[in-house]
């Protein structure tokens, strides 16, 4: 044989490898992301006029529920944050939501803490409250299991984040300014709240700086390396009501705007106790700017304000 044969004996073969080996995460992905879905929650918004059309990368917004499950129940999202992307302006906005936030819980006509809605309804009845409260309407929900979430941080290799102060938490000292953070440390790092001079606020900035690191390094190529171990990981950690498609269409187009994060915070709430409860309630001239930010984003407002 001569080695131009060869050559193109090797080269074939090397490409069919690499068919069957892209096949295979094709197939392995499609399995796992077809198990976190969960067909039962909503699929589009009766805030929405029209269907969000993906393909044509328009804005969307994603809930992320970070639920701690406890003995005996399902649990409560002690993290509520809220991710709005727009593609064209390549750009995100990220809030998080106070887990002892008093609104109403939509399903049981009455208002208590925000977290409580996933305990009541799960995760239909926490995003049916979330889009009530902020008035805009929630396209996808995440909901993503705390406890065992350190399993995800590892399989993307860890994360990043900027530290804004120096702290320790069960063993583990974490310096001011940029960290990396395994799944043990992460766990430690977002969870710490008694020492941090802004309380459960400072603990929200971090679940949030964590949380988005996830994203981001899920969407990197280098992840793919241990993509069977980030499979994994998923199908016991996440549930959500994305399609597979629906997925491979916002890794696609909605990526990059993951490059201008802007973090948008409720602060000027105060606390009260009622029936001895202690509840955070929210101030209306804050949330009706926060809904407005997240309209104008999101590309539902005309530009005078109403």
Same mark, same amino acid.
């Given at each position: +044989?001569?080695?131009?044969?060869i !050559?193109?004996?090797?080269i074939?073969? &090397?490409?069919?490898?690499?068919? #069957?080996y ?6 392995n %992905?499609?399995?796992?992301?077809e198990?976190?879905?969960?067909p /039962?929650i ?8 029209t269907? =969000?059309? &993906?393909v ?6 994603i809930? $992320? ?9 399902i649990?409560?999202?002690d ?9 064209s302006?390549?750009?995100?906005? %990220? $809030?998080s ?13 009455? /208002? ?5 809605a ?22 996808? #929900? %995440?909901? =993503?299991? +705390?406890d065992s ?11 990043t984040?900027e530290?804004?102060s120096?702290?320790?938490e069960?063993?583990y ?19 710490m709240r008694?020492n941090?001079p802004?309380?459960?606020f ?5 679940? /949030?700086?964590?949380? $988005?690191g996830i994203l ?5 190529f ?7 171990? &980030?499979?994994a990981?998923l ?9 597979f498609?629906? +997925? +491979? ?11 201008? #994060?802007?973090?948008?915070?409720l602060?000027?709430?105060s606390?009260q106790?009622?029936?001895?409860? !202690?509840?955070y309630?929210?101030n ?5 700017? =926060?809904?407005?930010?997240?309209k104008?984003? $999101? ?8």
């Open positions: +044989m001569s080695k131009k044969k !050559w193109i004996t090797i074939s073969c &090397l490409l069919l490898a690499g068919i #069957v892209a096949t295979s995460i094709y197939q %992905v499609s399995t796992t992301l198990t976190i879905h969960e /039962k909503r699929k589009v918004s009766e805030l929405r006029e269907k =969000v059309e &993906l044509e990368k328009e804005p969307i917004s809930l $992320l529920l970070g639920v701690d499950e406890r003995d005996g129940d649990g409560r999202s993290t509520i944050i809220v991710i709005t992307t727009n593609p302006l390549a750009s995100v906005k %990220v $809030l939501i106070p887990r002892d936030t008093y609104t109403e819980i939509i399903g049981l006509d009455k /208002k208590d803490k925000l977290n409580h996933y305990a009541f309804g799960g995760i239909d009845m926490a995003l049916h409250s979330v889009e009530n409260l902020l008035d805009i309407p929630i396209d996808y #929900v %995440v909901q =993503v299991n +705390m979430f350190l399993k995800i941080v590892d399989s993307v290799g860890g994360v984040v530290n804004p120096a702290f320790t069960n063993g000292q974490f310096a001011a300014g940029p960290i990396h953070l395994d799944g043990d440390s992460a766990l430690s790092y977002v969870r008694k941090d802004l309380g459960d400072g603990r929200q900035e971090r679940q /949030k700086q964590v949380l $988005l981001k390094e899920g969407a990197s280098n992840s793919l390396l241990n993509y069977k171990e &980030l499979l990981s199908s016991d950690n996440i549930r959500t009501n994305m399609t498609g629906q +997925m +491979m269409d916002i890794q696609k187009g909605y990526k990059t705007s993951l490059t201008n #994060v802007e973090s948008i915070t602060t000027n709430g606390g106790r009622m029936d001895g409860i !202690w509840y309630v929210p209306d001239e804050e949330m009706s700017d =926060v809904t407005w930010t997240l104008e984003h $999101l590309e539902l407002l005309n530009n005078q304000r109403e």
